[in-house]
């Protein structure tokens, strides 16, 4: 599911005042909602809250006006949708969160981990990523004296994230304001050496394999794996046929089902992702 980057990004140059989301519940019900309109079962179900709890929480947040719906409270069957007030609770949220990036890596291209909660990332990053999906290291990669942030060690397992947003939100930190694009860092010109010191990119993402115990602690900054990872899925029947149905990411390798595959999706996708 893929959320509507528009309202994310409909005011980039607003400056919002970080405050971090206590509740775990609050958190995953406006994260779900940022998706899309959904009913109480619905909330429920996707963020493994249990139904009582989930309309006591949803209660809460629409005497606190950040959700809404088509329809008067209580009617069976409504659609809840975030205000005005929820999609700004949801980036004071994030720019809180960001707070652990500091300090930036100079690295162009390098990521963080800045928040979880199960399969649900909230990813840091430099750079607008090449491919949907994004390699995150089990465990914090050695650090070499030659590289601080260096992370391309063999040793270290791998697993996958696929983004659940089209493009990052970029922030600069010490002005809380959003900005339209990333910084161009060029070590020729101070003033971009300092900027790319400041800007982060955030973005939403997933775990493909949801139980996967990750130890990279908030704000460690890493950069890609340098050998290959193992594939995202599995090699005996998604990578031995003989025609190549896609390529997922450069360090993956090539889908070649060895037989035809269906495949139901079991949420909902983004207009942007229909042929």
């Not at 304001?177 to 070590?187: A, G, H, L, Q, T």
Request: charged share 25%; aromatic share 6%; net charge neutral.
């Amino acid at each position: 599911m893929m959320s509507d980057d528009s309202k994310f990004n409909s005011n980039v140059d607003e400056s919002v005042s970080p405050s971090k989301i206590r509740s775990r519940n609050k958190r995953r019900i406006l994260g779900f909602l940022s998706e899309g309109r959904s009913t109480v079962g619905e909330i429920a179900s996707a963020t493994g809250i249990r139904v009582p709890h989930a309309s006591a929480e949803i209660r809460r947040l629409r005497n606190a006006t950040l959700v809404d719906s088509d329809m008067p409270a209580g009617s069976r069957g409504a659609k809840l949708h975030l205000t005005e007030a929820g999609w700004l609770a949801i980036k004071s949220d994030e720019l809180a969160l960001a707070s652990e990036a500091l300090p930036i890596s100079r690295e162009e291209g390098n990521y963080c981990i800045l928040f979880r909660d199960g399969p649900n990332l909230l990813l840091g990053l430099l750079a607008q990523p090449s491919s949907p999906l994004i390699p995150i290291p089990d465990r914090p990669p050695p650090e070499t004296e030659v590289d601080h942030f260096s992370s391309g060690i063999e040793g270290v397992p791998w697993s996958w994230a696929v983004l659940k947003e089209r493009t990052p939100r970029w922030i600069d930190l010490t002005t809380n304001e959003y900005r339209i694009s990333p910084p161009v860092y060029d070590k020729g010109k101070i003033e971009t050496f300092s900027e790319s010191e400041s800007i982060i990119g955030i973005v939403r993402a997933k775990l493909l394999d949801e139980e996967r115990p990750i130890a990279v602690a908030p704000g460690k900054w890493f950069s890609g794996p340098t050998h290959r990872p193992k594939p995202p899925l599995p090699e005996s029947s998604m990578h031995r046929g003989q025609w190549i149905l896609a390529r997922c990411h450069e360090l993956a390798p090539d889908i070649r089902p060895v037989s035809p595959g269906v495949a139901v999706a079991s949420e909902r996708l983004h207009r942007s992702m229909l042929a």
